[in-house]
């Protein structure tokens, strides 16, 4: 007989969902990687705050955050750990560095709370400093059981989420219209959310953002 | 980890950063090994504070951001805060105590257990005697109630006997300490309470 539903497969779906959970504590309510300042200064609006962030996916996470998260979740031990330091490399600004070990080092606090073991490769990357996000959630998502495809799209939602999430609370957007805007990207999370090539490597660059991000603020309400 | 964690919440301007400016000094005649954790709502400016009063060498106040949330950083998702009471016992091994201030917020905040191993609620006699009747979580689930400004009550109309009473009752006789931080009374039994509840020693 036929079974009505794929066990493994709703154990995976359950499990990413529980992930990409906005109640999920990993520290990143507290970043917003420079959409706190670009609405300061009126690079983005209302009206325009999906349009950035289906640009930020498109750019920053497509190019950059899911390479690294790849990266996380194939890799082992030395070869980890000299993934953390090309990351490492690829990321010039000291700002974006600092605030990427920063939301390394609470997920690194999360998983060591919820007793999950985390390859030893990264363990070493976060002992020198260079535990950085992306490739942190990488290893992080598949130590709980994640296969790459649902880690990237978990990763990716979880980005838009966590920017439309930092919109309400600056007062910008409504919690009722996010919802909105983050149903109609669904489709470009998914067909954004697919392997890399394993050769390749990250490279962002998305001048209006990675500016909103460096440019330091008085009265700051996020990290970044 | 070795380090007790104190979360310290309250209201704002109630005097919490005041109370820890108080304790810092007992505790360092105690010989506690002691750090600071504040969670700034929009700036650095309580551990700037913290760091400019000398009570503290400045490496060891470390400011988190609270994503304008102030209760979200020390209950929902206390893993910054985490992070950064790790970071603190990595670079100073030893370490006896983690005090970690909450952003000022309402009376409905509390602490995460999995945060902290003890935490107290600062409320001060001028943000009016009715707090304790309101009976928020933080006044009743709070290891330990601070009333600050206690000198304060003949000046905003409080009758500071009936307040302690009321908070006391609705605590269900939970330990409540009256203090002026700004003048130190008080605040040996603050520390006593700490030495005897949290340190054991």
């Given amino acids: 007989m036929t079974p009505l539903y794929d066990p493994p497969a709703t154990l995976a779906a359950i499990r990413a969902m529980q992930l990409a959970d906005s109640g999920f504590p990993s520290g990143v309510f507290a970043f917003s990687w420079g959409l706190e300042s670009a609405l300061a200064d009126g690079q983005v609006c209302k009206r325009t705050l999906a349009d950035w962030i289906a640009a930020e996916l498109r750019t920053r996470w497509y190019r950059f955050d899911r390479m690294a998260l790849a990266g996380g979740h194939r890799l082992t031990g030395a070869m980890l750990t000299d993934w953390f330091h090309t990351v490492d490399t690829l990321m010039p600004a000291e700002a974006p560095r600092r605030d990427s070990t920063h939301a390394g080092d ?57 920017a439309f999430s930092a919109a309400v609370r600056l007062g910008v957007a409504g919690a ?24 390749a490597l990250p490279a962002s660059g998305m001048p209006l953002s990675d500016v909103a991000l460096m440019r330091p603020r008085s009265g700051r309400l996020f990290i970044n | 980890m070795t380090a007790a964690r104190v979360g310290i919440g309250g209201p704002v301007g109630s005097g919490k950063t005041a109370l820890i400016e108080a304790i810092l000094p007992r505790l360092a005649e105690s010989g506690i090994d002691t750090a600071v954790i504040t969670n700034d709502l929009v700036t650095d400016e309580d551990a700037e504070r913290l760091r400019r009063g000398g009570r503290l060498p400045p490496d060891r106040v470390r400011a988190v951001q609270a994503g304008a949330c102030p209760h979200t950083v020390i209950r929902e998702d206390p893993t910054l805060n985490m992070a950064a009471a790790d970071r603190l016992e990595a670079d ?48 009743l689930q709070a290891n330990l109630l601070v009333i600050n400004k206690a000198d304060l009550a003949p000046h905003v ?23 002026v931080c700004r003048k130190g009374t008080g605040i040996a039994g603050v520390v006593e309470h700490l030495r005897r509840e949290v340190l054991f020693k």
């Fill in chain 2, 92 to 139: 100073f091994p030893g370490l006896d105590l983690i005090l970690i201030e909450s952003g000022g917020d309402n009376l409905a905040s509390t602490f995460s257990p999995d945060l902290v191993d003890f935490w107290m609620f600062v409320i001060d006699v001028a943000g009016g005697d009715d707090i304790p009747r309101k009976k928020g979580p933080g006044i």
């Fill in chain 1, 106 to 162: 609470a997920l690194f606090a999360s998983a060591c709370a919820l007793r999950i073991e985390l390859d030893p490769g990264a363990k070493a990357a976060q002992a020198q400093g260079i535990g950085h996000f992306s490739v942190t959630h990488g290893v992080f998502l598949r130590a709980c059981g994640l296969d790459l495809p649902n880690a990237l799209a978990t990763s990716a939602l979880s980005m838009a989420r966590g």
């Fill in chain 1, 176 to 199: 009722i219209s996010t919802q909105a805007d983050l149903l109609a990207l669904a489709p470009l999370i998914a067909e954004l959310a697919t392997e890399p090539d394993p050769a």
């Fill in chain 2, 157 to 179: 109309g409080v009758d500071f006997p009936r307040m302690l009473a009321e908070a006391t009752a609705v605590r269900g006789g939970g330990t409540v300490l009256p203090t």
